[in-house]
């Protein structure tokens, strides 16, 4: 198993920014797409909601509609990091954020099974 470790959250007001950190030991990491999902307050974490996902080479990048054109994903496969940019945030972005690795090289992908800790997000308006 691959264990993804996210950071980076905080409390930031409506309209500021953030970039979130996903680590992980295994060299796995980039080899594979990776992605972000997030959890909702009163949402269940299986159910989380698509965010962005980014191929293993970092050349293809896809993102869910309520993001779009506010954040960014990328990666480092030389540190094993994936980064999430977001911008012009909202409350409704409001969440924990989840890193998750993908079964494939290329998007789109299947996801691994395995969580993190996850790291929250809290905008105020």
């Not at 970039?19 to 295994?26: D, I």
Request: with cysteine; charged share 20%; proline share 5%.
């Amino acid at each position: 198993q691959v264990q993804p470790v996210e950071s980076g959250g905080g409390l930031v007001q409506a309209g500021g920014s953030l970039r979130l950190s996903c680590s992980a030991s295994s060299t796995t990491f980039s080899s594979y797409s990776t992605g972000w999902f997030r959890q909702a307050p009163g949402k269940e974490r299986n159910f989380a909601d698509f965010v962005a996902a980014i191929s293993s080479d970092g050349r293809s990048t896809y993102y869910g509609e309520s993001v779009r054109n506010r954040f960014t994903i990328s990666r480092d496969n030389d540190k094993n990091t994936m980064y999430l940019q977001m911008s012009s945030l909202k409350p409704e972005d409001t969440a924990v954020y989840y890193c998750k690795i993908g079964t494939v090289k290329n998007l789109p992908t299947g996801w691994r099974p395995d969580w993190g800790q996850g790291t929250q997000v809290v905008v105020s308006p």
